[in-house]
């Protein structure tokens, strides 16, 4: 079951708050990777899209376990934590996302990386909400 993000918090999700998510994930040996990703959401899920290979790819695929940090982009200290679990990742629309995440953070119709790059959507259920702020 997902966690619901509380009502005063759900401004970070919004594209016009033009957030970043800091997605940790687990290394092999058990360390954290952390890394600043663009994302969306879609049927309560939160949605990140990646290159084919990154450390951030193995690690999702390999150890679903991750959390992210919504940080209001106006007031820091003002944030969503998540806790959750990777649920699944598709290949297909993948390009398709990362040019509406463009969109959303560069105002963009389309991404600028390499045409032949293979990317992936990851779709993250929320198991644990927490917020300040």
């Given at each position: 079951m997902a966690a619901k993000i509380p009502e005063a918090f759900q401004d970070l999700l919004q594209d016009s708050a033009r957030a970043y998510a800091y997605l940790a994930t687990t290394m092999a040996a058990g360390s954290?990777?952390?890394?600043?990703v663009w994302f969306d959401t879609k049927d309560g899920r939160i949605r990140v899209n990646t290159t084919v290979g990154t450390t951030k790819w193995r690690n999702m695929r390999r150890r679903g376990r991750v959390a992210l940090v919504i940080a209001d982009p106006?007031?820091?200290y003002r944030y969503l934590q998540?806790?959750?679990v990777v649920e699944g990742w598709t290949l297909d629309g993948d390009r398709a996302h990362i040019d509406r995440l463009a969109g959303k953070?560069?105002?963009a119709q389309r991404y600028a990386g390499p045409?032949?790059?293979q990317r992936v959507t990851?779709?993250?259920l929320p198991e644990a909400v927490s917020t300040l702020g």
């Amino acid at each position: 079951m997902a966690a619901k993000i509380p009502e005063a918090f759900q401004d970070l999700l919004q594209d016009s708050a033009r957030a970043y998510a800091y997605l940790a994930t687990t290394m092999a040996a058990g360390s954290p990777q952390v890394t600043p990703v663009w994302f969306d959401t879609k049927d309560g899920r939160i949605r990140v899209n990646t290159t084919v290979g990154t450390t951030k790819w193995r690690n999702m695929r390999r150890r679903g376990r991750v959390a992210l940090v919504i940080a209001d982009p106006k007031n820091p200290y003002r944030y969503l934590q998540i806790r959750g679990v990777v649920e699944g990742w598709t290949l297909d629309g993948d390009r398709a996302h990362i040019d509406r995440l463009a969109g959303k953070y560069l105002g963009a119709q389309r991404y600028a990386g390499p045409a032949d790059e293979q990317r992936v959507t990851f779709t993250i259920l929320p198991e644990a909400v927490s917020t300040l702020g």
